[in-house]
């Protein structure tokens, strides 16, 4: 059974530009389509699609599940709930107990809804995480498939210099990475969400209206555009 729906995810962190005519807003946000999966009432509920974030940040993962509430007249209690991007000795690795993660990750399972929260993401964070419940039935174990997958990254837009006019804003923009670069690197830049052509390198000039929300990934991963976006404002009179 595939049951669509639509949703927005996210999580916004507020960051400060170095000019004060422009805001910073980081914002990790995607539209995603709720599936469920599983046959005979057993089932795990995913946002199907990548999640990005930039390091540092705090990401939640939401998933919800369902199982049989009875099977050949026993009632179903769920005994144990657990993420997991590892495998280790044919079991997984809940990430409560994986040293990866230690002191960084809490989850929140109320009511056949649970939430994976994870502070502090690190680029090694990127994942495919997957959910799985156990019972007190036989067989009664059930993993979530596909998962999600979660990208991390490092970039982020500087604002290099700006003027405000009445109605826009000249700015030139620099996609920055706190670690340094290894050979030459070839950007994307993107304006309300649509990729700017012919912008493939780090700094990109240009009119901005109010209200544009400029992001940068890098070209080999720019299905998945970095959470950075400025704000731009401008002077009424």
């Given at each position: 059974?595939?049951?669509?729906?639509?949703?927005?995810?996210?999580?916004?962190?507020s960051?400060?530009?170095?000019?004060?005519?422009?805001?910073?807003i980081?914002?990790?946000?995607?539209?995603c389509?709720?599936?469920?999966?599983?046959?005979?009432?057993?089932?795990?509920?995913?946002?199907?699609?990548?999640?990005?974030?930039?390091?540092?940040?705090?990401?939640?993962i939401?998933?919800?599940?369902?199982?049989?509430?009875?099977?050949?007249?026993?009632?179903?209690?769920?005994?144990?709930?657990?993420?997991?991007?590892?495998?280790?000795?044919?079991?997984?690795?809940?990430?409560?107990?994986?040293?990866?993660?230690?002191?960084?990750?809490?989850?929140?399972?109320?009511?056949k809804?649970?939430?994976?929260?994870?502070?502090?993401?690190r680029?090694?964070?990127?994942?495919?995480?997957?959910?799985?419940?156990?019972?007190?039935?036989?067989?009664?174990?059930?993993?979530?498939?596909?998962?999600?997958?979660?990208?991390?990254?490092?970039?982020?837009?500087?604002?290099?210099?700006?003027?405000?006019?009445?109605?826009?804003?000249?700015?030139?923009?620099?996609?920055?990475?706190?670690?340094?670069?290894?050979?030459?690197?070839?950007?994307?830049?993107?304006?309300?969400?649509?990729?700017?052509?012919?912008?493939?390198?780090?700094?990109?000039?240009?009119?901005?209206?109010?209200?544009?929300?400029?992001?940068?990934?890098?070209?080999?991963?720019e299905d998945?555009?970095?959470?950075?976006?400025?704000?731009?404002?401008?002077?009424?009179?």
């Open positions: 059974m595939v049951i669509s729906c639509y949703c927005w995810c996210y999580d916004t962190i960051l400060n530009c170095l000019l004060t005519e422009v805001i910073v980081v914002v990790s946000a995607v539209l389509v709720t599936v469920i999966q599983g046959q005979n009432n057993w089932g795990v509920t995913y946002t199907d699609t990548h999640i990005c974030v930039l390091e540092g940040s705090t990401v939640d939401y998933c919800t599940y369902t199982y049989p509430s009875r099977i050949n007249g026993r009632s179903t209690t769920v005994q144990t709930t657990s993420w997991f991007t590892k495998w280790k000795v044919n079991a997984p690795v809940d990430l409560r107990t994986d040293p990866d993660y230690t002191g960084r990750v809490e989850y929140y399972c109320p009511d809804v649970c939430t994976l929260t994870i502070r502090d993401v680029q090694r964070d990127s994942a495919v995480y997957k959910f799985r419940f156990i019972t007190n039935q036989p067989g009664g174990r059930y993993t979530g498939e596909p998962g999600v997958t979660l990208s991390v990254t490092d970039l982020q837009v500087q604002v290099i210099r700006s003027t405000v006019h009445q109605f826009y804003t000249e700015a030139e923009l620099k996609c920055l990475s706190s670690k340094s670069p290894t050979g030459r690197l070839t950007f994307v830049w993107f304006n309300n969400g649509q990729k700017i052509n012919k912008m493939e390198t780090a700094s990109y000039k240009g009119q901005f209206n109010p209200g544009d929300h400029i992001s940068c990934a890098l070209k080999e991963n998945c555009p970095s959470p950075p976006v400025c704000e731009f404002t401008s002077l009424y009179l």
